[in-house]
Every structure is written in C-alpha cells, then in structure tokens.
C-alpha cells in the first residue's frame, strides 16, 4: 500500500462533513484545463486528450498546475467521465471542435444485452494516475476522485456522443424502460467499483457527476438517474485507514430536487447556478453540505466584479462556519482569463473569514 503524506490542510474534506472551518474552501470544476497555458503546453506533449488522461505522469503533471498557480483547497483528478463506458468496449475517440464519441454505441437490444463491467485492469492507468497524483501533493490539499452519474455515462453510450435532445436514450427509455434499466444498473455497479478502486488509489472525496440529469422530466429523473446515483452511494466505501471519504453529487439542472437527492445519503451536493444556495441550506443543510454555485461567466467580468458576485453568493449562503464548499455552478469555461480565478479565490478566503468574525 502507499504511504502518502499527512495531509496540510483539510478545510475542504472538513467542509464537506459539515465541520467547523475558518473560511470557505474553493476549488473549481475543470480547474486543470484549456484555460491555462500551462496545461495547453502540456497537451500539445500529450499529443491528444486520452494521450494525456492515459499517461499518469502528465495527468499528475496537469492536475498540479492549477494548484501551483492558485490557493485552492482540493486537486481533482484529470480524468474524463467516458473512461467507464470506453474500458467496456464502446470505442471512445475525440473528434476536434466536436467533442467526444463512441465508435459502438448501444443501438439494439443485442448491445444492451450483451453490456458489461469494464474488465479488471482496464483502468489502472487511472488509478496509477490517482497514487502518484496523491504522492506528489505531499500532503498539501486533498486529492477528489470522481466518475460520470450512471444516468449521464447511459446519455452517451446510447447516443454515441454528447447531444442538445436526448432523443435516442428517452426514447429507450419510454419504450423499452427494461434496457434502459438494464443498461443503468451495469453502470452504477462499475461506477461503485471505480469509484472504490480510486479510493484505493488514494483519492480522499468522490464526486459523481449528472451532468444530464437536468434533461430529464420529474418523475424520470428519479427513476433514472436519482435511484442509480443511490445504489452507487450505498455500494461506496465511505472510510479508508479510519478516515471518513465524503460522497458529493452534483445533477446540473437538479436544484429543484434538493430535498430527494439529500435524501440518497451522500455528504455533500453540488449546485449549478440557476439554485438558491441559501434557501437550500435552509431546506437540506441539517443532512448535506453544499457546494457550488456561482456563474463560470462572471469570471470574465472585471476584478471589481468578480469580486463582487462571489461575496453575494457567500452572502446567500450566510454566516455559517460549516457546511459550504465554493465553486462554479458548472466547468470553468477554456476562454476564462487566468488571473480571473486569482480573484475569485482570494475573495472566497477572504470574505468568508470576515463573516466568521475573522
């Protein structure tokens, strides 16, 4: 077993178990991304996207980077949520300007059937990726793994790509609701076993994306993506070496449904923008911490800007001491100025230690 560094400051994992703290810890979705020079340098090496999440050398060198340039609380794995669906045979490729795509997405009854877990060692370069990433932090924030929702994983596995519509997967899924099922319990088994393995690996919190869950109707949404985000949760190791792991879940579009997803007993929910962070607090800060929310695009205002909506979102949430991670309500977007999200981060600190009285 490796034997990582003690660990320097635990605000964020502290945040999450909805323990006091001196002020709100920050990271950002897509923090290690096309944003920073650094990390563009770096791809260009790479040669290609899955080049680089496939090399734990420069995934580790990437993950680093945002954490060398800003005073972030968490480094998040570099990884893609397609990793999954592409070590179960679907063929991922990236197509320049388009995005990702799978060479055999399940169109007929036959794939569906024949779906199954990724094979053992198929995503150890991930799990390398997370030890040596964890190794090389030395202990001075912790380390988030994370997967795709099995909801947002079956999105591209069905239509074969990323997709405005949805067509093809609600299709299946109001036609044929028993492959939809089908496919979305393989998922959230191989998720639980990935998110496992990165927990074995190193990984100090996980996070589970539903980047889609939001495209579904109500009712859907719960029996789709909501009911396999628990299974996952409750498949989850939740502590490592007598260290508790916190479980956060983020379904863009999914404020509405805050009161159920804290229901699913993770730890912490991540909220987009379009959420009231503090009348959630209000409705689920007894059961889960949250994090979130602000605009990515407030992050091409000026200083004076910036600074402003972040105080206003601290605001919101309210002089509590517990219980709130800062972050986008979504990814840092590739056109973000760098010295952007110096402001952002030092007005998060700053400010939340002014409304504790610090």
């Given at each position: 077993m490796p034997q990582f560094?003690?660990?320097?400051?635990?605000?964020?994992?502290?945040?999450?178990?909805?323990?006091?703290?001196?002020?709100?810890?920050?990271?950002?979705?897509r923090q290690a991304g096309r944003y920073l020079p650094e990390y563009r340098a770096?791809?260009?090496?790479?040669?290609?996207?899955?080049?680089?999440?496939?090399?734990p050398d420069l995934a580790t060198e990437v993950t680093l980077q945002p954490i060398d340039r800003y005073d972030l609380d968490a480094a998040i794995l570099f990884s893609d949520i397609l990793t999954v669906p592409d070590a179960m045979g679907l063929g991922l490729y990236f197509v320049e300007g388009e995005g990702p795509k799978f060479?055999?997405?399940?169109?007929?009854?036959?794939?569906?059937?024949?779906?199954?877990?990724?094979p053992a060692g198929s995503l150890d370069y991930v799990f390398n990726a997370v030890t040596q990433i964890r190794t090389e932090l030395n202990g001075r924030v912790p380390l988030i793994g994370f997967s795709g929702s099995p909801w947002?994983?079956?999105?591209?596995?069905?239509?074969?790509?990323?997709?405005?519509?949805?067509?093809?997967i609600k299709k299946m899924m109001y036609a044929r609701p028993d492959l939809m099922h089908h496919i979305l319990d393989i998922n959230a088994r191989a998720v639980a076993e990935y998110l496992n393995a990165q927990i074995d690996a190193g990984a100090q919190a996980v996070m589970i994306f539903?980047?889609?869950?939001?495209?579904?109707?109500?009712?859907?949404?719960?029996q789709?993506?909501?009911?396999?985000?628990?299974?996952?949760?409750s498949l989850l190791k939740r502590e490592k070496d007598g260290v508790k792991i916190p479980a956060i879940v983020f379904t863009k579009g999914g404020g509405h449904w805050a009161e159920e997803i804290a229901a699913i007993g993770a730890d912490a929910m991540g909220l987009d923008w379009t959420a009231n962070i503090g009348?959630?607090?209000?409705?689920?800060?007894?059961?889960?911490?949250?994090?979130?929310?602000?605009?990515?695009?407030?992050?091409?205002?000026?200083?004076?800007?910036?600074?402003?909506?972040?105080?206003?979102?601290?605001?919101?949430?309210?002089?509590?001491?517990?219980?709130?991670?800062?972050?986008?309500?979504?990814?840092?977007?590739?056109?973000?100025?760098?010295?952007?999200?110096?402001?952002?981060?030092?007005?998060v600190h700053s400010h939340s230690r002014k409304l504790r009285g610090g």
């Open positions: 560094a003690p660990l320097k400051n635990d605000t964020f994992l502290r945040a999450l178990l909805r323990q006091p703290t001196e002020y709100t810890p920050v990271w950002l979705m770096t791809r260009q090496k790479a040669g290609s996207f899955m080049g680089l999440a496939t090399n060479e055999r997405p399940l169109k007929t009854e036959e794939d569906v059937k024949a779906l199954q877990l990724p947002t994983l079956a999105c591209y596995m069905v239509e074969g790509q990323g997709s405005r519509e949805f067509h093809t539903d980047s889609w869950g939001g495209a579904l109707a109500d009712g859907a949404y719960q789709f993506s909501l009911q396999y985000m628990q299974q996952v949760v009348k959630i607090r209000e409705l689920v800060g007894h059961k889960m911490a949250l994090q979130g929310n602000i605009d990515p695009a407030i992050l091409f205002a000026n200083p004076q800007q910036i600074s402003a909506e972040v105080r206003r979102v601290l605001d919101c949430y309210g002089p509590h001491n517990t219980g709130h991670v800062f972050n986008l309500g979504h990814g840092i977007s590739q056109f973000t100025p760098p010295e952007s999200v110096t402001v952002l981060v030092d007005t």
